[in-house]
């Protein structure tokens, strides 16, 4: 709701302040008509360490015009290794396409970050990754997002996913 926030300062000096705000967006409730939509989903989120877990993610296009240089932020689990010979398959797979050409991928202890051509009007890019268990661990997924990379404004954000990984 509405809120009010006051400061006062009574006295010689000068007064140093910060206002700071948050605000929780519960994850069952997606925005409406978004322009891109992007989801996670894992073929199964209990392992054992040394298990091999293989996910999906599919980002939307879903307006009526091509969404040209879309990023994709895959956040990797902590725990868990990325087998990156699945994304280079992707990308000398889809070399030859119009839409959904992955044109480059890079990644980071926590994320993959995937660099597409474009996405044409109501088509779906799906990415397939496996992600290998390393030690006994409960985590939640780091955020995947996509976006637009010249107007990041047009994004989308998939819901965490927790996963447990029991000692082999």
């Known amino acids: 709701g509405a809120n009010n926030v006051g400061i006062r300062f009574d006295g010689n000096g000068g007064l140093a302040y910060q206002g700071v705000g948050r605000y929780f967006v519960p994850w069952s409730e ?6 891109l939509s992007i989801d996670v989903k894992y073929d199964r989120t209990r392992l054992a360490q040394d298990d091999i877990a293989t996910a999906t993610a ?3 296009n879903n307006r009526n ?3 040209d240089m879309v ?4 956040g990797i689990p902590p725990g868990f290794d990325l087998l990156s010979e699945d994304l280079q398959d992707y990308q000398e797979k889809s070399a030859g396409r119009a839409s959904g050409r992955l044109e480059k991928f890079s990644q980071t202890a ?7 051509n474009a996405i044409a009007p ?3 890019v799906r990415v397939t990754f496996r992600l290998r268990a390393k030690y006994p661990i409960r985590v939640q997924t780091f955020a995947s997002r996509a976006y637009e990379y010249y107007d990041p404004e047009v994004n989308s954000v998939a819901r ?5 990984v029991s000692k082999k």
Do not use: K
């Open 110 to 116: 926590t994320q993959a970050i995937l660099y597409f």
């Open 30 to 35: 997606r925005p409406v008509n978004e322009a």
């Open 160 to 164: 965490p996913v927790r996963l447990e």
């Open 122 to 124: 109501c088509d779906a």
């Open 65 to 67: 015009n091509v969404a």
């Open 58 to 60: 599919t980002v939307r």
């Open 71 to 74: 990023m994709i932020d895959l």
